[in-house]
């Protein structure tokens, strides 16, 4: 089975408990990261932004919350399925638009059609990050802003040790237990893992194009706040 087709398959299996373990497993500092990424997006009235990679659409509320018009699309449409009845209850459906489902490595988007583009914790599942990146570049207008917050490399030894055993250990049994498959958290921490570090992951957005790149390290590092701009 294709790689890709396997990452469908497992997130469209755990997709109805999907934001109950991302609530429990990052002890509830998944909506301190979201707030930190809407406001690194410069999400604000007027501006029209496409969020990659949103499952179940509470990256795309964030966005909607400081006031811009999202465009919310995901891989797995069985992720994305469950965004619009969430942006309803809300009472942000009026900013959000749950759009087809979209490979980030061939987006169904003209060109310099968003001023901000948004990915967060799905670069890592992205078969060929380069193909994405020339994507992101694509349809930003000139001087947008691409937003990455992804799970990265803790700063301190002590607290890489510590998450280490929560991610390898606890996380996979937690998460097995909650969602019925134990096999997705344990992919997880291995993706991390495999994923490039802060500086490396800059390094990867300077030579597909991108200006400015800055990172920050939020609670520690166990998160990393990307950003970059298309240049003008």
Known sequence: MPEGVKIQSMFSGIAPRYDLLNHVLSLGMDFYWWRRMARASGAAPGKRLLDVAAGTGDSSLALARRGAEV???????????????????????????????????ALPFADSSFDGVTICYGIRNVERRDLAFREFLRVLKPGGRLTILEFSRPRWAWLRVLYDFYSLKALPRLGGW?????????????????????????AE??????????????????VALHVAQRKA
């Open 71 to 105: 465009v919310s699309t995901d891989f797995t449409l069985g992720m994305l399925a469950l965004g619009p009845a969430k942006f309803r209850r809300k009472g942000l459906a009026h900013r959000v638009r749950a759009s087809v489902g979209a490979d980030a490595q």
């Open 178 to 202: 909650i969602s019925g498959d134990a096999a997705a958290y344990t992919y997880l921490p291995e993706s991390i893992r495999a994923f490039p570090d802060q500086a490396s992951l800059a």
């Open 205 to 222: 957005l300077r030579s597909a194009g991108f200006s400015r790149v800055a990172w920050t390290n939020l609670t520690g590092g166990i």
